[in-house]
């Protein structure tokens, strides 16, 4: 009786964690924020809005995401004296692996 309670727990547990990690592949994006005329943007907010993920532009405009589902995700850019963009990007596509975002001044 203890061992097949056991074993029914055990097999339980096992289906769970392997329901809970599914496929999901998780991403690493790296980009560039950069104002029209190229010069880098320090500073600069990249927010994942359905994660409530953010991360900002280092000294050189560049932003490391990690950790990112691999699905389509709404992103926001934005920095002070500049316009925001908002745009969906998919993160399961390969070539999504690098993101460039230039803003223009207000």
Do not use: C, W
């Not at 392997?18 to 990249?46: H, M, Y």
């Not at 991360?55 to 500049?82: K, P």
């Amino acid at each position: 009786m203890r061992k097949s309670l056991f074993l029914g727990l055990l097999f339980g547990i096992i289906s769970l964690t392997s329901f809970a990690g599914g496929n999901a592949k998780v991403s690493k994006v790296e980009g560039t924020i950069t104002d029209r005329q190229g010069n880098p943007l320090a500073g600069a907010k990249v927010l994942v809005k359905d994660l409530q993920k953010v991360v900002y532009t280092d000294f050189d405009g560049n932003f490391v995401l990690e950790d990112i589902a691999a699905s389509e995700h709404q992103i926001e850019v934005s920095h002070l004296s500049f316009e925001e963009i908002e745009t969906k990007v998919d993160f399961s596509q390969e070539d999504n692996s690098f993101l460039a975002f230039q803003l223009r001044s207000r």
